[in-house]
C-alpha cells in the first residue's frame, strides 16, 4: 500500500474495483488492437460518411451524417487525445472505459449497423465494416480465453466416468 492509500483507504478501495472492471482479462495487445481498429475505423466512417453526403438523396444525407456521427463516438471514446479541445472528452472517455467489452460490442456494432439500414449502398457498407468489426473485437474479448486442451480432457473424463457409473448403476439394478 502506498502513502497515499494509507492516507485515502476508501478512494483505494473504490478504484479497485474499477480497474478490474477495466482490465477484463483482455490482454495488453488485444486492448490496443480495438482502440487502433476503433481509430481506424472512425476515419473509414468519416471519409465514407463526408462522400455519402455528397448526393441529393435525403437517405444517403441522413446515413453520411450519422456516419460521421459514429466517426466521433468512436475517436471519443477510443482515442480522446484526438478531441482534446472539447471540455467533455476525457469524462466521456473514462466512462467508455468502464463499459464492460459486451456492451461496447453491442454499442459499436449497432451504431454501424444504423447508417446501413437507412441506405444500403458500397459507400455505407465499406465505411461501417471497420467500426463492425471492432465491435466484433470487443465481442470477441467478452466471450473470454479459451480453455486449455488439459482441462477440456479432464472434463471429459470425468464426464464420461459419471456416464459410465449410471450405467453400470442401472444394470446392476435391473439384474
Known sequence: MSSQ??????????AAPEAA????????????????AGVIGGMSCAFAGLWNCVTINPLNIAAGVWMMLNAFVLFLCEAPFCCQFIEFANAVAARADRLRAWQK?????GMAVFPVMLSLTLTTLLGNAIAFATGVLYGLSALGKKGDAISYARIHQQQKQMD????????????
Open 5 to 14: 492509500d494509507e492516507q485515502f483507504p476508501a478512494a483505494a478501495a473504490a
Open 21 to 36: 472492471a477495466a482490465d477484463e482479462g483482455m490482454t495488453w495487445w488485444y486492448r490496443w488492437l480495438c482502440r487502433i
Open 105 to 109: 460490442a453491442a454499442f459499436y456494432c
Open 164 to 175: 459410465e457409473e449410471k450405467l453400470t448403476g442401472s444394470l446392476e439394478g435391473q439384474a
